[in-house]
């Protein structure tokens, strides 16, 4: 059973930067980020694969989003960049993905609201 506790969410301007961060019970080699906009389906935002060294940001995000993993603190943060209205959404934390690129993980944490306003 792998625990995560996110923390970072909050509300900003559109343009604005903020950073999600997640910290994590038990090591996954795969982890990331989904987010579920009101109204629409979760999707993956970004994911890293430790053992492997490799990243994926969705295409809605990409340039503006990074993924980090930092193994001494047992955290894996979200850097959001240029925040748009349309990023607003419950972000999760995920572990153990069950395909490459995620979409779907195993665990989840209890999410934290991000609000873009223009």
């Known amino acids: 059973q792998v625990q995560l506790v996110e923390s970072g969410g909050g509300s900003v301007q559109a343009g604005e930067s903020l950073t999600l961060s997640c910290e994590y019970s038990?090591?996954?080699?795969?982890m990331g980020w989904v987010r579920q906009i009101e109204g629409k389906e979760r999707e993956g935002v970004a994911a890293i694969y430790v053992g492997g060294g490799t990243d994926y940001v969705a295409d809605p995000v990409k340039g503006r989003f990074r993924i980090s993993h930092d193994h001494a603190k047992k955290t894996v943060s979200l850097q959001m960049n240029s925040l748009r209205p349309e990023d607003t959404a419950k972000y999760y934390c995920a572990a153990e993905c069950t395909a490459w690129p995620p979409n779907e993980y195993k665990y989840y944490g209890q999410g934290t609201q991000v609000t873009v306003s223009s």
């Open positions: 038990h090591f996954n080699p795969c």
